[in-house]
Each structure stands twice: as structure tokens, then as C-alpha cells.
């Protein structure tokens, strides 16, 4: 099945760890994007990438890393400078060209 | 700042009521726009998308939704909804042939039996 995956579904960090969140896609899409969704904020977009060996900041990209070493893989870490990680985390990604995004089913980062 | 609003945060309605669900964005020049659809526990699903042409859109479960250019909006309508339209519903943009998503802060709809 073509699609994107993301793991782990729940995921919990103590304090002052950094913790990293896969996304891997097999639909041959170039760009990849990483998102935030808190209730009644919708979707803020961490970073973004275009291509491979490539990305830019979104929004809100203070406290968090990527890379993009393979079109497939688009990595996003949570770290210990992000002051409030505890939140829903989308990977999606598209076509060039402005196309529809097709996002995974996400994961639940939780801070105790 | 360059947005995307939706106004409706919680819409509550009875099923064979008729939804309309607002949309509206800052930007100028070309965009694409798109709603898409969260049924709990699930993942965001594309339910219509405009890109250029006739500005009423139908998409999929018999939603459609109308592109006024003059007024910045991209409104979601379905004539009847049902049960198991409840949901959380975004809208969103891109500019031109650029790829970066700008999302609304969504708007949930409960719709009871």
C-alpha cells in the first residue's frame, strides 16, 4: 500500500530529552512537511522540504530539527529547547506544484 | 499577516440540517485551495480541492464548496449531513505553484442523531 507512515503513534519524554519522530513515505513525492496540531490552533507548520538535502522553517521551527537524506525519510526531532513539546505531530507530504498533501495518522508526543 | 480564518469553531447541528462552513484567506495573487476532513481517530483526508476553472467544487460524501475570488472565501457546504459527517474540518491554501500549506484552526462539527 502507497502511503505515509509514521512511528510511534504515542510517544512519551521525560524532560530535557530530545526525542525524534519518523515519517517515511513511498509515493515518490518530493516534498515533505512537518506539522503541529494543538486544539483550537489547527495545523502550524514546523519545517518543510522540497527536495532532498533540503528543508526550510516553517512557523514555528524553534525547539525542533529535520534532515532530509533520502526522498523517502523526513525525520523531525523534538528538542529539549522546544519549551512546550506536548503536542500532536503530522508528517504530510505532495507533488510539486501545489498539490494536495497526503498526511500520516500521526503521533502523540506527550512531556512528563 | 497572511492567514487563513475560519470562524465557525464548533458548529452543532441535527442530522438533515444543511452545513455551511466558512473560509477565508489573506493572500493575494493565484492559490489553490483545499478542505480537508478529521474523523476522530483518523488521519486528515482531502475532501475538494480547487485549482483554476468552474469555482464550484464538488468533492467526495456529497460535499461541495463555492471559490469567490472578491471575497477571499472558500465556503463548505453539504445540503443534508448526517451522523457520520462529525468531524473536524480544515481549510487550506497554497500559493500558486508553491507548496507550503497555510491551514485554518479548523471548525468541529457534532452532528446529532
Known amino acids: 500500500d502507497g502511503g505515509i507512515t509514521q512511528s510511534p503513534k504515542y510517544l512519551f519524554r521525560k524532560e530535557g530529552q530530545n526525542v525524534t519522530l519518523s515519517c517515511e513515505q513511498n509515493?515518490?513525492?518530493?516534498?515533505m512537511y512537518w506539522y503541529r496540531q494543538d486544539p483550537g490552533q489547527g495545523l502550524r507548520l514546523i519545517y518543510y522540504s522540497q527536495i532532498v538535502n533540503d528543508f526550510q522553517k516553517g512557523d514555528i521551527a524553534e525547539g525542533y530539527s529535520v534532515s532530509r537524506e533520502k526522498k523517502e525519510s523526513f525525520p523531525l526531532t523534538v528538542t529539549s529547547a522546544q519549551k512546550n513539546p506536548t503536542a500532536f505531530y503530522l508528517c504530510a507530504s505532495s507533488i510539486k506544484g501545489g498539490a494536495e498533501a497526503f498526511f500520516g495518522q500521526g503521533t502523540r508526543l506527550t512531556v512528563v | 499577516a497572511q492567514s487563513v480564518s475560519q470562524h465557525n469553531h464548533h458548529v452543532i447541528l441535527s442530522e438533515a440540517a444543511s452545513l455551511e462552513l466558512g473560509c477565508n484567506y489573506s493572500?493575494?495573487?493565484?492559490?489553490?485551495l483545499f478542505w480537508y476532513v478529521q474523523y476522530p481517530g483518523q488521519h486528515l483526508q482531502l475532501l475538494l480541492k480547487y485549482f483554476s476553472g468552474d469555482p464550484l467544487v464538488k468533492g467526495i460524501k456529497g460535499f461541495e464548496a463555492e471559490f469567490i475570488k472578491s471575497k477571499f472565501s472558500f465556503n463548505l457546504r453539504k445540503p443534508s449531513v448526517q451522523w457520520s459527517d462529525t468531524a473536524e474540518y480544515f481549510c487550506a491554501v497554497t500559493k500558486g505553484n508553491f507548496n507550503k500549506f497555510y491551514f485554518g484552526s479548523g471548525t468541529k462539527l457534532n452532528v446529532k442523531p
Open positions: 493572500y493575494g495573487g493565484t492559490v489553490n
Open positions: 509515493l515518490n513525492h518530493d516534498a
